[in-house]
């Protein structure tokens, strides 16, 4: 088991991040090899640079020792290498063969051999233990059949090293058993797997040796057998949390907003659940922080309870209203704030001016003019006052949003989002890409909203930002909620298996890999 | 007999009224492969139907009008291409640019080659081409064998293009274009390159489609004189379910319409002249609102593609 592939010092900068920050990552032939960390680490890059989907800002990567280039997802896979995405390379009009098909320059014929295409494929499908109609549609397939095709796909078209972006995302308990066999038939047959993955389970389950990503940089390579799924946790999660909790002012009030059993199902109700179940309170005065690895469901909740998204079940009261039968309108005009994900798709309208998105909010109130015609002085003058109160860099009031900074538009959307003075503040990731004075900015008026008495829904995936300012910890996997903590009154490692999937109760029994762990036993 | 005899006359006109709808349609359906919509089949068609005139006139052969007429229309392909694929424009936006540069600059150019005049100028026009022994079966012979060449090679293209779409290699690149542009770009294929390809010979197809109007169905040239074929054409892709044999299906059913509408002009039924030539617009209108929910057009269709 030689080495195959060194990726060496692969730097990868995109306009403001550092995605890559000169990583080395070298993989055995045969072996599967997981790469871990968290949302952001850094993984995908580093495997869309492999693939040949980006070009690195500098590094080199070395395949059976030579040096090479990729200028495109063809080169790399002559070279062998065949990606699997997380969103399916596929086209559902289309049979499997055809789509193993696309582009393929074998022969000199321009005919469509289909007959020869679907006996190799179906030859490789049963040497690695999977069943595959080659004529089959691929539309008509299930999930776990079209990542079949993916990977019979890829082999199809040479690839000896096989990289799977987050493959048992998108499974059932099942699907995944099966396909971590075929994971095994590849690798004794000398096929090299890299595994992207943030769940510990599976990483300590298939890989024999495993690379942790954090924050574009590798924490370590080490091999399998000698980590322990809370080694793993504390090195994708990282040490250096910083505890120091936020003196309070005021004691938690009452309850606020009460969810019960809210669940959201998938379009086709049998794929299963996007949040299952959830039942929590928010009281006033107090930061509730939603925490997970991204995708999990934290979109959906937020959806659910601003309105725009409509709950399959379940309720949400709020001052004796059911929040998820009232639209988004009626839920804001009850003091409820909301700082969406995404500032630039859905915080601000970028090519309007901050005046004009200071009175998106709330512009058909009596307070911003009469009828149909705005108070542009009136609101300029509100503009010019939260511009000062929140310190906005800005030239003037009439920059348009898209000409500010990142952190400086974020703080537009919570200067309007605040100055509506909610009782109930829902914030999504409040300071993703922001730099650390806006952070601290932004954390001091979350930490001044709960000290006013309103309740705030915390929704991020920075750790340190939620271990920092949340009264209650939910952490989400997969549409539920792993457990409840206090923030005083848990650690790191057992955030990070919540994040991977335990229950809190699992985790407190002691019970780690369906056995109790032994420190417990004694 | 007939009877027969009559049928036999208006499948005989169906067929040759197709065809330029049929070219069309067949044109208009490589682009939609590609994943480009193009709404200006009409106004391709129109430049291509003076084009034929102005090159019959000149050269003294259909044959070189309906080559200036494809060059006239590869033109077009490649303006269209240049603004949509390149510059990413909104192709309906462009499409329908196309259309209105189609009627205006083969109105003007006509009035400077051929004058305002009442009397239009004629020109050499396609020759009925009957095949020996076949176009003496009784009821269709005359309908499937004795037109003009270019009504032949209208419906040759069907199953042509058939065979290209779905049986060959450069086929299923070219809808895998049409269906997803990333993963056929992942997978090697020059997606712009495909769809410049798609988008200059389609429209050579449709210039075709249009030199018949002019040298074919006609031997002169006159203003606007498309009257609509090119929507309907549009309209034939969706209702034959992007597939060649279903364009030809549906250009028969409508233009069948104007065959519907030609014989009761003549039998005068009292019904004012202007509803009946309304037939096959109807025709067109109705089919599409019953069918077109149904049809399975290419997934990336008007979506434009950028690299990376």
Known sequence: MGVILEMENICKQFPGVLANDCICFSVNEGEVHALLGENGAGKSTLMNILCGLYKPTSGEIRLEGETVRFNSARDAMERGIGMVHQHFMLIPTMTVTENCLIGDKEGSSVKLDRKEAGRRLRELAERYGMEIDPDAVVGTLSVGEMQRVEIVKALFRGAKILILDEPTAVLTPQEARALFKMIRALTDHQ???IFISHKLDEVKEISDRVTVLRQGTVVGTHDIDDCSIEDLARLMVGRDIYFDAVTRQQPIGDTLLDVNNLSLHREKSNDGKLLDDLTFEVHEGEILGIAGVDGNGQAELVECLTGIRKASSGEALYRGKNLLDLSTREIMSHDVSHIPQDRQKTGLVMPMTLVENFALQDYYKKSFGKSVFLDWSGVEERSTKLIQDFSIKTPSPYELAQNLSGGNQQKVVVAREISRQPQLLIAMHPTRGLDVGAVEYIH?????????????????TEMEEIMRLSDRIIVLYEGRAMGCVRPSETTVEEMGLMMGGRTLDDIRKGRVNGTPAEEKMM | MDLLQTIGGYLFTDIRMAAPVLLAGLGLLLMNWSGLLNIGAEGTMLIAALAAVAGSHYFGSVWMGLLLAMLAGAVFGLLFAV?????????????AAINILGLSLSTTLNRVLFGVETTVTKVDSFKVLEIPLLSKIPVIGQAFFAQMPIVYIAFLLVPVMHYFLFKTKPGLNLR???ENPRVADTLGINVYRTQYLATIIGSMIIAA???FLSTGLLNFFTEDMVAGRGYIALAAVIFGKYKPAGIMIAAMIFMAGNVVSNVLQVAGVGIPYTFLTMIPYILTIVALTIFASRAVAPASLGKPYKRG
Do not use: P
Not at chain 1, 444 to 460: A, C, E, H, Y
Not at chain 2, 83 to 95: H, K, M, S, Y
């Open chain 2, 176 to 178: 895998s274009v049409g």
């Open chain 2, 83 to 95: 603004l949509t694929v390149t510059l990413r424009a909104n192709q309906t936006v462009v499409g």
């Open chain 1, 191 to 193: 096929f090299t797997v």
């Open chain 2, 209 to 211: 489609g249009g030199a």
């Open chain 1, 444 to 460: 001091n008026q979350l930490i001044d909203q709960r000290d006013k008495g309103v309740g705030v829904v915390l929704v991020s």
